[in-house]
């Protein structure tokens, strides 16, 4: 994305904050407040700049080397667009309420760190990305003089309009409708097209809840399909499960040298997340947690895996090594649980690759997917019929497939290293 000031003239000493800058996806966008950009420039957000929205999708869309950075951002424009049709149709939003939304939706995902969901259970101890990002808006808001009150009210679902929140989050929010479009751009999965504008154009508030009018039913049910199908083509895509299956077994094998007292190659603050299972408290309760975790992206992964292949233990070098070669692990899908019997000749051909039987289950693990397109009951999509009636939307189409969407749909998994010779 490229800035550009979107004010000619004036003192070259003044800064203009009121930007515009060009986005693939949407064009044009603009920054509508001075604090907004404020915030885009702080280094806290400035990181999302390193942290791919896909992880390691692009092994699979060469394409998909966007950022949460991007997301962010399209997600802010979105909030905008929402606010400025539900204005048109007699919502009363005042300013302050307008620019806490927008800061709201724009730092929702600054708790992401490497490889977002990959490493977020490996590096942490149970700790949701959600939980960081309301720490760090609250650092922001201590360090902005309380000007992010409102915005985290709205963010943790405290403020008294409950529609700002649905917007924010729930299974019809500017972060769904703007992952979705742009993953689909980047990657060209074109099953994953939705109508965006539409579907903001449809959204109204009827007593204090967030609807789409019934005229914009077929788009929301175009979105959710879309939805399911992007999950199993590409964030559930069988190839991405193994190379992050891969990168979850380098980190597990790094920590276990690391504690049994090897030297290996890490920033200092990559080296915290190593050492200790960091949990929730452990954040709540010592700033140096959250401090290094605003200095980690994908980057100080890659310099660890690059530096690692050369190490000596030779079951940590094979894996990076692989990894960085898009030498994969294989993978097999079923829809019941995968059967012991298949899971020890896999460790027996590992073993007769020369893989010792105590080291095999570095280079085989089992697991499972789950995708379900809509949850009833749970953030409810709501309609407002043509007769003023609010139904949940599973009740007002008469499409079989919403109410199929409702049914977790799980697929359980192997990975091993069909080709792995240790060297």
């Given at each position: 994305?490229?800035?550009?000031n979107?004010?000619?003239g004036?003192?070259?000493m003044t800064?203009?904050?009121?930007?515009i800058?060009?986005?693939p996806?949407y064009g044009?966008?603009?920054i509508h407040?001075?604090l907004i950009?404020?915030?885009?420039?702080?280094p806290?957000?400035?990181?999302?700049?390193?942290?791919?929205?896909?992880?390691?999708?692009?092994?699979?869309?060469?394409?998909a080397?966007?950022?949460?950075f991007h997301h962010?951002?399209?997600?802010?424009?979105l909030?905008?667009e929402?606010?400025?049709v539900?204005?048109s149709?007699?919502?009363?939003?005042?300013?302050?309420?307008f620019?806490?939304?927008?800061?709201?939706?724009l730092l929702?995902d600054?708790?992401h760190?490497?490889?977002?969901h990959v490493l977020?259970?490996?590096?942490l101890d149970?700790?949701?990305?959600?939980h960081?990002?309301?720490?760090l808006?609250?650092?922001?808001n201590?360090?902005?003089?309380g000007?992010l009150?409102?915005?985290?009210?709205?963010?943790?679902g405290t403020?008294e309009r409950?529609f700002?929140?649905?917007?924010?989050?729930?299974?019809?929010?500017?972060?769904?409708l703007?992952?979705?479009n742009?993953?689909?751009?980047?990657?060209?999965?074109a099953?994953g097209?939705?109508?965006?504008?539409?579907?903001?154009?449809?959204?109204?508030?009827v007593?204090n809840?967030?609807v789409?009018?019934?005229k914009?039913?077929?788009?929301?049910e175009n979105?959710l399909n879309?939805r399911r199908?992007?999950?199993w083509q590409?964030?559930?895509?069988k190839t991405?499960?193994?190379?992050?299956?891969?990168?979850m077994q380098?980190i597990?094998?790094?920590?276990?040298?690391?504690?049994?007292g090897?030297a290996?190659f890490?920033?200092?603050a990559f080296?915290i997340?190593?050492k200790?299972?960091?949990?929730?408290?452990a954040?709540?309760?010592?700033d140096?947690?959250l401090?290094?975790f605003?200095?980690?992206?994908d980057?100080?992964?890659?310099?660890?895996?690059k530096n690692?292949?050369?190490?000596?233990?030779?079951?940590?070098?094979?894996i990076?090594?692989?990894l960085?070669?898009?030498?994969?692990f294989?993978i097999?899908?079923?829809?019941?649980p995968?059967?012991?019997?298949?899971i020890?000749?896999l460790?027996?051909?590992?073993?007769?690759?020369?893989?010792?039987?105590?080291?095999?289950?570095?280079?085989i693990?089992?697991?499972?997917?789950?995708?379900?397109g809509?949850v009833?009951g749970?953030?409810?999509i709501?309609?407002?019929?043509k007769?003023?009636?609010?139904?949940?939307i599973?009740?007002?189409?008469?499409?079989p497939?919403?109410?199929?969407l409702?049914n977790?749909?799980?697929k359980?998994?192997?990975?091993?290293g069909k080709n792995?010779?240790?060297?």
């Open positions: 994305m490229t800035l550009a979107n004010v000619t004036g003192s070259s800064t203009n904050k009121r930007k800058f060009n986005d996806v044009f966008v603009t407040s001075d950009y404020d915030l885009i420039e702080h806290f957000f400035q990181r999302l700049r390193r942290i791919k929205q896909l992880g390691m999708a692009e092994l699979v869309y060469p394409g080397l966007h950022t949460r962010a951002l399209g997600a802010m424009h909030m905008h929402v606010l400025v539900l204005q149709k007699g919502q009363i939003i005042s300013e302050s309420e620019e806490a939304a927008q800061i709201a939706i929702h600054i708790g760190g490497p490889f977002s977020e259970y490996t590096i149970e700790v949701h990305h959600e960081i990002s309301a720490l808006m609250e650092k922001l201590r360090e902005f003089n000007k009150s409102l915005a985290l009210e709205m963010f943790n403020y409950d700002f929140h649905q917007l924010i989050s729930s299974q019809l929010d500017m972060d769904r703007d992952y979705l742009r993953d689909c751009f980047f990657t060209g999965v099953e097209t939705i109508g965006v504008d539409r579907i903001i154009k449809m959204l109204n508030v007593g809840q967030l789409v009018e019934e914009g039913l077929l788009s929301v979105f879309a199908l992007m999950y590409v964030y559930l895509h991405a499960i193994c190379a992050e299956t891969m990168l380098i597990r094998r790094a920590r276990e040298l690391i504690n049994a090897e290996l890490a920033n200092p080296m997340f190593l200790e299972n960091v949990s929730l408290k954040f709540q309760s010592n140096k947690y401090q290094a605003t200095l980690l992206d980057y100080d992964i890659w310099a660890c895996v690692w292949q050369f190490h000596s233990d030779i079951i940590l070098s094979t990076c090594r692989d960085l070669n898009r030498n994969l294989k097999k899908i079923a829809n019941k995968i059967e012991p019997a298949l020890s000749s460790k027996q051909a590992l073993i007769d690759n020369g893989i010792p039987g105590n080291q095999s289950d570095y280079f693990t089992e697991g499972d997917v789950s995708n379900k809509y009833r749970d953030e409810t709501y309609i407002c019929t007769n003023k009636e609010v139904v949940d599973a009740d007002a189409s008469d499409l497939t919403i109410k199929a409702s977790i749909v799980k359980y998994y192997v990975c091993w792995v010779y240790l060297q």
